[in-house]
Nanobody, 112 residues
Framework: QVQLVESGGGLVQSGGSLRISCATD????????MAWVRQAPGKQRELVAT???????DYADSVKGRFTISRDNSKKTFYLQMTSLKPEDTAVYYC??????WGRGIQVTVSS
């Protein structure tokens, strides 16, 4: 089973920035696509951003232009840089490795 460790969440003011990370020790890291998924209270999970093994990226319309997903294969870590944060970005953010491996989630709270 793939172990994923998220870090970097917390509380930030509206308009601020935050970077969250997801690290793994899985040897197949460079060959897998990664994603960040978030879930706000009372809402369904939302696919926020994806990055392929070739570093092609895609974003939800709600975060396009504000969030950037990236990966560092040498560190087996991928990131979500979030800027111009809004209160509606408040959610638990989950990293996803491939299609079936999930981190435990990390809280991001944006105050107005």
């Amino acid at each position: 089973q793939v172990q994923l460790v998220e870090s970097g969440g917390g509380l930030v003011q509206s308009g601020g920035s935050l970077r969250i990370s997801c690290a793994t020790d899985n040897v197949g890291f460079r060959n897998n696509a990664m994603a960040w998924v978030r879930q706000a209270p009372g809402k369904q999970r939302e696919l926020v951003a994806t990055i392929t093994s070739n570093k092609a990226t895609d974003y939800a319309d709600s975060v396009k232009g504000r969030f950037t997903i990236s990966r560092d294969n040498s560190k087996k870590t991928f990131y979500l840089q979030m800027t111009s944060l809004k209160p509606e970005d408040t959610a638990v953010y989950y990293c996803r490795y491939g299609l079936n491996s999930w981190g435990r989630g990390i809280q991001v709270t944006v105050s107005s």
